[in-house]
């Protein structure tokens, strides 16, 4: 099989989308997520985003790369108006419409309705959930740190609530994100179910990892 | 199917391995890298990441979330030192051996060894690459954030250099990281094979996405 090497002189004279859909498959698979969020006056919003990803366990933390000057800039706004948000797993049965809401849509246009998904709401935060989303948490903003290298913003939130299936949850205490059928995105556009390999057992020195099933 | 609502009061009552492994699973499927690099005196380090995230296409930005108080502490000293880190993707004749990078290994034994992995080394950068790995790519240290909220920090790389088997990339200008056989990590310890489900065009408020293929 042979193999390419690109230097960085190499990335910078590929046509922008070309480049675009190569950096973006870079990092691997991707987490799926909409991410929920509402304004002072009750305005919805619903954005998918493939840059969810986890900070700590104690405090439950987790974190999302924000572009601001695209249509996700509404939910940066969002969340800082009303200092809090959801996380919704993108399943199989809903994929083609968690990918609608990328569609650039005015402010006073839900996702939601557009996407043809629907707001659910907790008592513990204002943020909507998508009822659809089988796993699924509200955030309070905790923390943002903006990128200076490319205008991007790092917000990451405090879980404070979780919903998921039961048969989801899992006796060493993870939650089965396959069997709920989250699904990975590769890419600007590729969506992907999964199959587990194995688990494997905490790595120690002095031992090969065994198969735990 | 029965649902369950955990509050933060649930979360903190969760023994703090059930609750590592819970909170783990919840920003869904995640990428798996080895990160490679060097210290100044040549000494060589590998450990597994599951935190590697997009950043930007122009500039090309990969970053990571790097826990300073573990085993990964030696690749942050590193990038510190010399700048620069290699990210190599994990595909499924690999995922045992990087797993066994997360073993608290000191700093004169190299992971590269005590996993049966390779090193490859480019003209473009010191950090070793590693040698199996299909889909790697070279950085150069560009910005660092440390978050307050639990002392982790985000690091992030221009990607310098980039090496690929000439049939993984697609005409439209993305990697076939499945074609590749990266795998995607959910929880602490769970590895996953993928089944693309579909391609989607480019959303528009106006209509549907389609399948590309």
Redesign the interface.
Known sequence: ????????HD?LK????????????????????LIGSIDSKGNTNLAIF??????????????F?NRPDTAVRHTLENIMETNCFT?N?IH?AI??KA???????PKD?SEFE?AGLTTEF?T?LPAPYVKESR?K?GLEF??R?D????G?V?I?G??????????C??P???????QAE???I????????????????????EK??DK?I
Do not use: C, W
Request: hydrophobic share 40%; charged share 15%; no cysteine.
């Open positions: 099989m042979q193999t390419i090497r690109f230097s960085d990335i590929m046509e922008t989308r070309l480049r675009a859909a190569f950096i973006n498959s870079l990092s691997g698979f991707k987490s799926g997520s493939s840059s969810v990803i986890h900070i700590g366990s104690n405090p439950a933390l987790v974190g790369i996380i797993h199989q994929y083609k990918h609608q809401t990328s569609a650039r849509y246009i557009a907790s513990l796993i948490y905790a923390e740190h990128l200076k290298i490319n991007t790092l990451i405090k879980v404070v609530e979780i919903i998921f299936p039961e048969n949850l899992l060493h205490g993870a939650l089965d994100i396959e989250t699904i990975a590769s890419g600007l556009d590729s969506y992907h179910s999964t199959n587990q390999l194995s688990r494997l057992t905490y790595a120690k020195p090969v990892p735990i």
